[in-house]
């Protein structure tokens, strides 16, 4: 790390093209990270070309004032609170230059050294209206350099005008002069914020510090943590008022006054008619009750097709390649174990259940999620760098609303009902803290396409094809029950939660929709690349430890094939041809570690209808939910290569009897099982991917909870009530 | 009036910002502050939220939200 200040912060409002340029400033020594305690994320690298300079991303914002956890993040790295800052990098908005200035000017207040990149100076000039930077240097006090992060013009200049910040710099200050009344109201306001904020601090940074202060409010979570002294706020507030003065609106409109007043020199509302002839045109058509909601539903359909269907081939290939490795390398050690004998053999035969089944099943498992994830942020990405994104995310607010959700939410959701693993990352697009929380914790309800399989084995084992007075088949029927189930109680969850586990200050769903523009591809790339990176080098481990360590439950404690069958029943096999290892696997599986947790939790899982079989399907299914189908082809001695089309395994679930003779599984069983799939935690994946994004177990072990309980009762009613009413 | 009480294509000055706390400093802090004009461009195809040009940037603003604006 470099020497503390030569640390430059970037800082600008959102869609001011300030990553484009960091990423171009930074190149590949740029890495992406969590803030600790939040779920927002912060990017560092080196300045290219220059000597040891530290680069900081933080999240774009349009002010200082912090009042949700992403703001805070800004602001803490603008007042070097947690590592001293030698450069603000204020990044403007060329084409936009006037509405850019608000946070230029609060960050000149503070008085570290500052230095601004005009940004978007190519698109600026394509509109024909170039702010000149020599005069806008003179007018703010501070060097300005003309640059665009797109091409890379100015980039030199930017740099130099850092450097030399770096090796002498110079104080910024605001162009103005606060009023008396308001600088004495400041000075007065510092005092209520903690000690060391304060020391050394010149007088304009104490005012500018209280002028933060005065914006501040005291129910905002983002502050909890520092020790604010509210009553002087309050008091400093309440002099104010008697006089019949309005602190905030002076606050703010003394930066705006200023604004306003050089807004003529500047390119602003009055030269831009043109430009938002354009957006308006896009517009009227792209958000049109009619054209916009096809086009809405295209996009979304497009998106959603892909991760559900189109990916298919390059899942299967993942799973195919992982499946030939495992193959060959089971192959090697076999090969290996038959040249050995007694201990030694064991031993390697064990070695390689552990690299084939463990290891190599284990990369496997995080591998496949790769395809769903790079597409659905490759979508977001271009979706997000077009525009359209925060459009739809305004078509749809109304409607989520019912939720207690933003817009945002949608994609998220939407995505959900292919995987919920990619559609937890997706949630990095959801500005607010508890937005994106209560997001995540009804993602794991939406129906996703693993449970599928699950359903179509119990429908088609258990349900009649066609029912008599019907229109559908009985079977479709239950296929639709299970997605509109889903979509209903996630939507309830999300409003309960909503008011319950994250209840949180109401804040207005202000979005800005920004100017239309071609999708940048390198920003693209770097959004697809940093997804994947977190999630195989962070929830990748986690998942492969938790498949191997359920490939232990299922696989130990391992036996003799002869310990396994009883004489008479190798005899009956043979004599009806049945495939002997076949038996044995299942019998093996069902005296395993999983089979004995299976055995244990009957007395829970029976109330809802199922037997210690069912139990043990029930943990296999932690891998994947459609491994369901596998574990119980293995379980009643089938073999694993089954699907859930196999009529083998169908007529098996249909003559698998209780001890005293009750069929297993009816119809009422089924639709048990179908509910406790649709509502339980039964993912690895997701839950490690929760962990990913949310930096704690806390919210995890949260999720699995809330929908272990809600599956129980909800399969307990099913259950219990059926049978209250003669059906099972 | 009020900022969901213009049709589109109707421009306007912002009076005042009612409320307090957190939704009120937003509103001010892009660039709602008395005086600004501000435009309706549009509202989502389900009438809310509605769609404003203020300071060269257009915002989405739920109508419950619009309606503490004043706008003269």
Redo the contacts between chains.
Sequence with gaps: MSAPARRVVFVGNPNTGKSTLFNAVTGASAHVSNVSGTTVSRSRGAWRGADAIECVDVPGTYSLAAHSADERVAFDAALGADEPVGVLLVVLDAPRLARSLYLALQVLELGTPVVCALNLIDEARQRGRVPDAGELSELLGVPVVAVSGRTGEGLDALRSAVEAQLSSPSPSRPPYELSEALASDAERAAEALPGHWLDGASRQRRRALGLWALLCDEDVEALADLPIDHRILASVRDTAATHGRDLMAEVVGTRYAWIDGHAAGLPGPASSAADHATQDRVDAVLMHPLWGSLVFAAVMFVVFQTLFSWSGPLVDGIDGLFGWLGEVVAGGFAQAESSLSGGMASAVGFLGDLVVEGLIGGVGSVLVFVPQIGLLFLFIALLEDSGYLARAAHLMDRILRLAGLPGQAFVPLLSGYACAVPAIMATRTLPRHRDRLLTMLVIPLTSCSARLPVYTLLVAALFPAAVPGLPVSAQALALFVMYALATVVSVLAAIVLGRTALRGAASPALLELPPYRWPHPPNVWRSVKNALEAFVTEAGQVILVATVVLWGLLSFPQYEPEELLPADVVAEARASGADLEVLAQGEALRRSYAGMLGQAMEPAIAPLGYDWKIGIGLLGSFAAREVFVATMGLVYGIGDEVDEQSAPLHERMRAETHADGRPVYTPLTGASLMVFFAFAMQCLSTLAVLRRETHTWRWPAFATAYMMALAWLSAFVVYQGGRLLGFG | MTLDELTTGQAAKVEQ?RGE???????????L?????VMK??Q??????L?I?V????????RA?ARRVEVG
């Excluded at chain 2, 502050?33 to 004009?37: D, I, L, N, Q």
């Excluded at chain 2, 989502?44 to 939220?49: N, V």
């Design positions: 910002v706390g957190v939704f009120r400093r937003r509103l001010l802090e892009l660039g502050v008395p005086g600004t004009e461009v549009g989502a195809p389900l009438g809310d939220p769609r040009r300071r060269d940037a257009v915002l989405s603003i739920r939200d």
